[in-house]
């Protein structure tokens, strides 16, 4: 049983595994591991790796945001510019230019940890060797903690983009003076 544990307040906007849209499922090349796991009566054992991965993405989720503030603390009057007249999508824009490299750095020992400590590398390793005793199937080994890694990154940069593009639409998602007057200006500027 993997075990569950209460998100801090940064992962509770970040949760992968109860959200759809960022869930972290096995990855491409090992989905026939899952289909024949599943198929021969093992599909508890590919819930745990998934939950597994999605803990671990968790997990690192809480790295973020020193990384954004020191991105943010960083920007220059012509990136405030750009970003508040630019693309729908220019914030985020920014943020995977100037982040993703350290994210990617301190997510992925966090995720390796975390994949270690609840046991993920044991269920995905269980999952492959039991996949890889089936006749006739290609043996899988892909690397789990770059994938996950990959995947919590990509989650976290589609929860900014749709934070990003509703401050942008929903003047009531403005929720601080500083952003209802800068949005307030980009606003008129646009039009």
Same mark, same amino acid.
């Given at each position: ?8 307040? $940064?992962?509770?906007?970040?949760? $992968?595994? +109860? ?6 499922? #096995? ?19 590919? !819930? ?10 968790? !997990? ?28 729908? !999508?220019?914030?985020?824009?920014? $943020? ?10 301190? #997510? ?14 044991? *269920? *995905? ?21 770059? *994938? ?8 976290? #940069? *589609? ?13 009531? +998602? ?18």
């Amino acid at each position: 049983m993997v075990p569950q544990k209460a998100p801090t307040s $940064f992962q509770q906007s970040m949760v $992968f595994f +109860a959200n759809a849209a960022v869930k972290i499922l #096995f990855p491409p090349e090992a989905r026939k591991v899952e289909n024949t796991l599943r198929s021969i009566g093992l599909g508890k054992l590919c !819930d745990n790796v998934v939950l597994s991965l999605n803990r671990a993405a968790e !997990d690192a989720a809480v790295q973020a945001k020193p990384i954004f503030i020191n991105s943010i603390k960083q920007m220059t009057l012509t990136d405030v510019a750009n970003i508040l007249l630019g693309s729908q !999508d220019a914030a985020t824009q920014y $943020f995977k230019r100037t982040t993703t490299l350290q994210l990617t750095a301190s #997510f992925k020992p966090v995720i390796q940890n975390s994949l270690n400590k609840v046991g993920a590398t044991k *269920y *995905y390793g269980d999952a492959a060797n039991e996949y890889n005793k089936v006749p006739f199937v290609t043996r899988v080994n892909p690397d789990i903690s770059a *994938y996950v890694t990959q995947k919590a990154i990509d989650g976290l #940069f *589609y929860e900014i983009a749709l934070e990003e593009l509703n401050i942008r639409k929903n003047i009531s +998602a403005r929720t601080s003076p500083l952003l209802q007057k800068v949005f307030a200006y980009a606003d008129r500027n646009k039009k």
